[in-house]
Antibody, heavy 116, light 107 residues
Framework: EAQLVESGGGLVQPGGSLRLSCAASGLTFTSYWMSWVRQAPGKGLEWVANIKQDGSEKHYVDSVKGRFTVSRDNAKNSLYLQMNSLRDEDTAVYHC?????????WGQGTTVTVSS | DIQMTQSPSTLSASLGDRVTITCRASQSISTWLAWYQQKPGKAPKLLIYKASTLESGVPSRFSGSGSGTEFTLTISSLQPDDFATYYCQQYNTYPWTFGQGTRVEIK
């Protein structure tokens, strides 16, 4: 059964950094674009970033450009999100998702809380 | 950015009702639209992509239609498992954007 499992969330002060990971299993990881989507507490869904199969193409929402970096390690079937200069408004559950356009498989998410 | 606006924000309905949710895009997105269902504390579930293509395993009571700027998600006969929040998402133009959600609650 295909599965995505996120890790790396936690409490961080404004201006701090975190690296999220997403481990994929039961799917041919190298066949898919992969994405990050977040959801602030009590709010809707927000697309954050995606990355092509070979890592050669990446896209970001404007609010994270220059602060977040999406990457992948196909040998480890893993997706990453390096988050720097974190702000209060980055507080959310971060989901990794299979695909670059629409998302048929989601992880349960990892919670990032930015607070002093 | 393309703004996606869903209506209504909340919908009260009874079991067996036919339910329609509308999603409007601020500019044309052809048929590059997906619909998701989300229950509290859970990840979203893909229902429909390319405006009208039913995801494998999704019950046939769900259907999608539309193109350009106006889209609808219809549940033909509301079942207990359908009480949830529904989101539309465009993937025509970066950044991909979601609607604000429509909560379907028990009347």
């Amino acid at each position: 059964e295909a599965q995505l499992v996120e890790s790396g969330g936690g409490l961080v002060q404004p201006g701090g950094s975190l690296r999220l990971s997403c481990a994929a299993s039961g799917l041919t990881f190298t066949s898919y674009w992969m994405s990050w989507v977040r959801q602030a507490p009590g709010k809707g869904l927000e697309w954050v970033a995606n990355i092509k199969q070979d890592g050669s193409e990446k896209h970001y929402v404007d609010s994270v450009k220059g602060r977040f970096t999406v990457s992948r390690d196909n040998a480890k079937n893993s997706l990453y999100l390096q988050m720097n200069s974190l702000r209060d408004e980055d507080t959310a559950v971060y989901h990794c998702a299979r695909g670059g356009f629409y998302y048929g498989l989601w992880g349960q998410g990892t919670t990032v809380t930015v607070s002093s | 950015d393309i703004q996606m606006t869903q209506s209504p924000s909340t919908l009260s309905a009874s079991l067996g009702d036919r339910v329609t949710i509308t999603c409007r895009a601020s500019q044309s997105i052809s048929t590059w639209l997906a619909w998701y269902q989300q229950k509290p504390g859970k990840a979203p579930k893909l229902l429909i992509y390319k405006a009208s293509t039913l995801e494998s395993g999704v019950p046939s009571r769900f259907s999608g239609s539309g193109s350009g700027t106006e889209f609808t998600l219809t549940i033909s006969s509301l079942q207990p498992d359908d009480f949830a929040t529904y989101y539309c998402q465009q993937y025509n133009t970066y950044p991909w954007t979601f609607g604000q959600g429509t909560r379907v609650e028990i009347k």
